[in-house]
């Protein structure tokens, strides 16, 4: 296989259709998408077929159980992927709308207008409702996708991009609105990376290596998905049992994501009171606790000492690292200089330093007394995302439609000339 | 010299200092900017004398007189970069101003807040002017900045430079606020494009070859500013003379920028009522045409014939590609392929063609009867711009205060928990 032409065949196929998408109606991308819903609903048995190729291979290849449960496509899964198609479909279409304007002095009317990105390639973990999700939200979006899922969900991707070009083509769009790389050949994403112009952004999704090795080999523009290590601070003077409720919410009710607490940082004057209680609910949750040795003169459910890596650890799992700090500005500190800048949580009483914390924490998300787990395109209201920008250019925090837009200056005159 | 240290050293210093500068008031960023305007009519002589030293050594090394030029600073210059910097103060800071905001049907009250990018990398060409306006900017949006312009200036940055951390340090501010590289060694460049987590973003500012070394080798994200390959699309029945007025305006105005018309795409039916008086006008004043060969055997003062290159060409001086197209697809099809996505203006009276030419030119700016010439962050009320982006992620076309922003998400809540 000739790999540059391969590439050199994508990114063209892609542009092309980008330019008959970013002008094609939301009816006609909706119906699309309804096709697609349809034909997953309608193929379940192929494909959990192809699926089955996968993880039989996944098996043998001895993958963990992790991975191959997030391989796996059964019935719940597959409705589950047309319903989140549904969903799409229900958003008002980004494309057209009117982001301000006004009128110049010399009767130049001005306006800015979200319009498609473009080309958009999608890198991304062997999870096959991934392709759906991305493909479904680059086309209501108008931008054509260029989609890359891990090797070891091949056959998965094939049998599902299948449907989806069978429902773009029925609805009279350019089948190559969603292109998916057929190959496991990494040359090509090699390639895809350093198609300048060709390719207008490259959104990463899945591990840290995935993740620095595209930031590291692109020459186009890439919006990250990287890491969270959320953090709560508890002020001196909060409501203490509101305190306990947010950071059990925060640490405990789904561990494996990304906007889950994983450093409680606890004001000294609270820590008496407040650490005993809450470090044992959370030992009785199962959770792990590595702390500073105060925070461990104060609670025997820390077991252990937290190094500077737990600071900066992302643990995705039952594990809080604990740290007391003197004041506002030492918890800033802390999470300025620990934090990935995802998603930080004060709980307080006091509005001055509310205010300071929400000016000061230089995140994405900065929130003053709920649990860190909201910072989420949906419980934001955005809709479906594609992720959660980690990103300070274009899009910060939860990527939602309109982030996967640009924008163009539009200007009305009646003969302006400039002097 | 150790590279490495002094790279650390400026962008750590710049990371404490963005810190700072992310909660200083307008209050303090204005007093600040007051000083360095005030500080550079001060010590207008001193600038003078340093500037002297780089026109000699640019002399002796035999720059064209067109960077001479650029290079030079004389009490005009000087008394318009403190102009510049006024009028910077007198913009509204975009730093806390609410984008948008909603409560969630669980009280959650979200609001998308301007915050500044954190830390700019600025490279550009040898144009003193540059260190001024990009310092000012980045100051007023709350960023700290790391200056680098081309080491044919040195001598009159590190003097204006003298001018601008006086001022910082007088305002109380921290005077690593803006930062000048103040060696000519590239690697310092080369380090600064590698420190990922440390700079937020590289503007650079200059010719091809600099842009294009700045997109290879680096590893944060880049907001180039590249060039405008600008078209005039005069379509099938429009006003002539107001299609005459705009073209000879898009060309012939100021050839040497940007914003200039390069290429003028004219309707068949239209060229031969059009073409001769608009080319024997636009050879009047000087300018050479190259055209295709339809608009040759119109017009005798289309004296080559444009080749591919033509078409690829921002010449950047009073040359002027022509082209007579069979219909609007044409034309858009021609831009789309040719153009570097910057600004096109149609000449139209048919609305509907005026809809779909603005639907379909994939350009930053895309405009209707009248010059390409508006492009401009001026002309469009942005104030001051720090130059114009070819990027479709983050900010497109006309760059102001406004686009040296990212955002915040931030949530109020009372205890709220996701369940």
New interface residues.
Partial sequence: MDIGAYVDKLTSGARTAA?SL??AGSAQKDEALGLIAEGLAADAEQLKAENKKDLDAAKEAGLSAALIDRLTLDDKRIAKMADAVEEIIALPDPV?EVIDG?V?PNG?K?HR?R?P??VVAMIYESRPNVTVDAGALCLKSGNASILRGGKESINSNLAIHRVIAAALEKAGLDPSCIQLVETTDREVVTGLLKA?GKV??VIPRGGKGLIKAV??NS?I???KHYEGVCHVYVDEGA?LE?AR??CF?AKV??PGVCNAMETMLVHSSAAVEFLPKITAELQEAGCELRGCLRSREISPAITAEATDDDWRAEYLDLILAVRIVDGLDEAIAHI?EYGSQHTDSIVTRDFAR?E?F???V??????????T???DGG???LGAEIGIST????A???MGLRELT??????????????
Wanted: proline share 3%; aromatic share 8%.
């Fill in positions: 330019r970013a002008v057209g006004w110049r130049l001005l207008v319009a990105i473009g300048q207008d952004v930031v590291e020459t523009p890439v919006i409501d509101m409720k947010i919410n009710q789904r300025n509310a300071k929400v000016a000061s230089d995140s994405a998300c900065v929130f003053v007394n709920c649990s787990r909201f910072s419980e934001f209201g990103e300070k250019l274009h910060r925090g939860p640009s924008y163009k200056w539009v200007a009305h005159g009646s003969g302006q000339l400039r002097s």
